[in-house]
C-alpha cells in the first residue's frame, strides 16, 4: 500500500510538473505544459557568441553600419569560400618540409576580403532594381535608401584601389589573373539575368584566386 501511494503521488507530481510516464518507463513532456522564458534550464539555453562578425557591425557607429553591411560584413563565408581555395594553393605551391609563405597568405587575406566585398556591392548596384521586390533581399542599403549609388560607388573605388594595390605586389602573372576575376565579378549579375549558369560565372572567378595564388609563389619564392 506505502508503495501504491508513493507512486499515486510521484504521477501527480510529474502531472503537476507537465511531465507523463510511458508504458516504456520514458518520461516525455506534456506539449500542455506552461513555461516562462526564464524557467528553461540554463544548459538549454543557447548562450550568445561573445564574438562574431554581425556583432562586429551592430558594435560600429550606426553611420557605418550601412557601408559594413553593404561590404557583407556581418556574413564572411563569402571570404573564407574564396580565403580557403588561395591558402591550399600555396601550400601545395611550396616545397615539402616548408612551411608556406606567411606573407602570402595575409596578402590573399586581406585580398580576398576586399575584393569579396567589392564583388557584393557590383551585384547590388546591378541587381538594385530586382532587389526591391524581392523579400530576402529587399532591406540591404542601397534597396532601403540607407546608402545612394553614389555612396555605393565611392566605397567600390576604395576597395578596388586596395586590391590593385595587393595585386602590384605580385608578378605580372598574377596580376593579369587578378584582374580577369573582376570582369567576371561584373559579369555575374548579367549571367543571372541572360543566361542559365550564373553559378558557373560565380565559380570561375573563385577558381580563378586559387590559380593566382599558385602562379604568386613563383615569384615570391625566388624574390625570397
Not at 558594435?59 to 553593404?70: F, G, K, S
Not at 594595390?165 to 598574377?174: K, V
Not at 576575376?181 to 580563378?208: I, M
Request: with cysteine; glycine share 6%.
Amino acid at each position: 500500500m506505502l508503495v501504491l501511494a508513493l507512486g499515486r503521488c510521484l504521477r501527480r507530481c510529474l502531472v503537476t510538473a507537465g511531465l507523463s510516464l510511458c508504458r516504456s518507463g520514458v518520461y516525455r513532456i506534456s506539449s500542455s505544459a506552461a513555461f516562462r522564458k526564464d524557467d528553461a534550464s540554463p544548459v538549454l539555453k543557447h548562450a550568445p557568441m561573445k564574438f562574431s562578425a554581425a556583432s562586429v557591425v551592430e558594435l560600429a557607429p550606426r553611420t557605418m553600419q550601412p557601408y559594413l553591411r553593404l561590404m557583407r560584413v556581418d556574413k564572411p563565408a563569402g571570404t573564407w569560400l574564396l580565403y580557403w581555395p588561395c591558402t591550399w594553393s600555396i601550400a601545395l605551391a611550396t616545397p615539402p618540409g616548408v612551411l608556406p609563405s606567411i606573407y602570402l597568405l595575409a596578402l590573399f587575406g586581406a585580398g580576398s576580403f576586399f575584393m569579396r566585398a567589392a564583388g557584393c556591392i557590383i551585384n547590388d548596384i546591378f541587381d538594385k532594381k530586382y532587389d526591391m521586390k524581392v523579400e530576402r533581399t529587399r532591406l540591404r542599403p542601397l534597396c532601403s535608401g540607407e546608402l545612394t549609388n553614389m555612396d555605393a560607388i565611392k566605397l567600390l573605388s576604395g576597395l578596388l584601389s586596395m586590391s590593385l594595390l595587393i595585386l602590384l605586389q605580385l608578378n605580372w602573372l598574377s596580376v593579369a589573373i587578378g584582374a580577369s576575376s573582376l570582369l567576371l565579378a561584373v559579369a555575374y549579375p548579367f549571367a543571372k539575368r541572360y543566361t542559365y549558369w550564373p553559378q558557373f560565372v560565380l565559380g570561375s572567378s573563385f577558381c580563378l584566386f586559387s590559380i593566382c595564388a599558385h602562379s604568386a609563389y613563383a615569384s615570391t619564392s625566388n624574390a625570397l
